[in-house]
């Protein structure tokens, strides 16, 4: 059975097999970054009320098209935007074992720290920020070193956390679930991930504002209660690959149902960012880095 980074090598060889398609793959597209716009309202939300959410997702920091320099950049786009509510999505290491030569967590928690919001700054952990932390995996338990470097820097990480808000759109539950895939290996009888929803929900009081939950890895949504609004994850990068708005390989176990943008079941609304950096292979094809603007109501 072929793995993802099997594939990923046999389309990136495709790639450089025709040079003009590779070299974009490879070079251009992953230096691209654009803004993707959604505006909707979810089930839920108090009619008249709006509010900008600016999504930041994968950033994987360090890898070859990330470095330092570019967080700078991303910041900056990213305040331009003017956003009411700015959330973090998790992986924000490079997706290999840590090198010297990486920035050092303190000077990208400082950049991410000079975000500009009205209503706050908020941050997950995703599945990188906790594979490539050798003493959390030997305990397999946190805290993690770049959950205590965006805490140092005064960015908020909720794990399996809620908090009520007083944004700009009213009161609002911003809830943060812990990564499903935070453990490897797998080990039979003990559990793959920290994420804990029912615990997380049990936080919630039924007052009636609205609940935005953010969730590394988007197939959480297939069990998502209908007390959330709204879903935000990435994890997939859009599948990093997209022909047509498919991809042929996406991280997750339901395929291309949750890879990206905006999805809606059962009256449930979730928004899968494709991200910023690459995982695996440093190539993007059909689907390039972004800073997602929510506009909600």
């Known amino acids: 059975m072929l793995d993802r980074r099997s594939v990923l090598r046999t389309l990136a060889g495709l790639f450089l097999a025709v040079t003009g398609t590779g070299a974009y793959a490879a070079i251009w597209e992953p230096g691209r970054q654009s803004i993707t716009r959604y505006r909707l309202t979810p089930r839920g939300w108090p009619e008249g009320r709006r509010l900008r959410l ?23 786009a990213t305040n ?22 990486d920035p050092a967590m303190a000077d990208w928690a400082a950049e991410l720290a000079r975000l500009e919001t009205r209503d706050g700054v908020f ?34 990480v909720l794990e399996n956390r809620a908090v009520r808000l007083s944004s700009q759109a009213g009161p609002l539950w911003l809830a943060g679930l812990g990564d499903q895939l935070a453990f490897l290996p797998r080990l039979r009888g003990r559990p793959h991930g920290i994420d804990d929803l029912a615990g997380t929900m ?36 859009g599948g990093q690959v997209r022909f047509l708005g498919w991809a042929p390989i996406v991280p997750s176990r339901y395929g291309n149902r949750y ?25 993007r094809f059909g689907i390039p880095p972004e800073i997602v603007l929510i506009e909600l109501g």
């Open 202 to 237: 049990a936080q919630i009081t039924d007052d009636g504002a609205p609940v935005i939950l953010m969730a590394h890895e988007p197939d959480i949504f297939a069990r998502m209660p209908e007390r959330v609004s709204l879903t935000l994850s990435g994890h997939t990068h």
């Open 123 to 156: 941050a997950i952990l995703g599945n990188h920020d906790w594979w490539h932390d050798e003493p959390t995996q030997a305990l397999r338990a946190g805290p993690t070193q770049v959950g205590q470097a965006l805490e140092r820097a005064g960015i908020p």
């Open 80 to 101: 331009a935007l003017k956003p009411d509510l700015t959330l973090l999505l998790g992986d924000f290491v490079a997706s290999r074992r840590r090198f010297a030569s």
């Open 54 to 76: 600016a999504v930041l997702s994968d950033l994987h920091i360090g890898s070859l098209h990330v470095p330092l320099a570019r967080v700078s950049e991303l910041v900056a």
């Open 259 to 283: 890879a990206y943008g905006h999805v809606r079941e059962d009256g449930r609304d979730l928004v899968v960012s494709g991200g910023i950096g690459t995982s695996q292979l440093p190539i």
